[in-house]
Nanobody, 126 residues
């Protein structure tokens, strides 16, 4: 079992930066693939970023590629998302997720993930 707690959400202006963090507790951090997803009102959950342990990545969704960067700190058991140059369309609830069987799953598919945080709201204003 693993527990995920997101933090760092809030209000950010277009072009500024925001950093989200996901604290991971429970089983060994390196046992899981980690993902970031987001969901805006009325829309499906959307892939943002993911990484497998020692097997490439991070991988990014096309809508955030070149603007967001994700990183895993194994010393602090945290999974972070640096949001640079956010746009109005990035407004959403952002979720941290962890997946078992990390080498066989499709990291872009939210149904691949076994554990989810509660989500943190990010609102981008002009």
């Amino acid at each position: 079992q693993v527990q995920l707690v997101e933090s760092g959400g809030g209000l950010v202006q277009v072009g500024k930066s925001l950093r989200l963090s996901c604290a991971v507790t429970g089983r060994t951090f390196s046992s899981y693939a980690m993902g970031w997803f987001r969901q805006a009102p009325g829309k499906d959950r959307e892939f943002v970023a993911a990484t497998r342990w020692n097997n490439g990545g991070p991988f990014y969704g096309d809508v955030v590629k070149g603007r967001f960067s994700a990183s895993r700190d194994i010393t602090k058991n945290t999974w972070s998302l640096q949001m640079d140059s956010p746009e109005l369309e990035d407004t959403a609830v952002y979720y941290c997720a962890a997946a078992e069987n990390q080498f066989t799953i499709v990291v872009t598919d939210p149904t691949s993930y076994n554990y989810w945080g509660q989500g943190t709201q990010v609102t981008v204003s002009s």
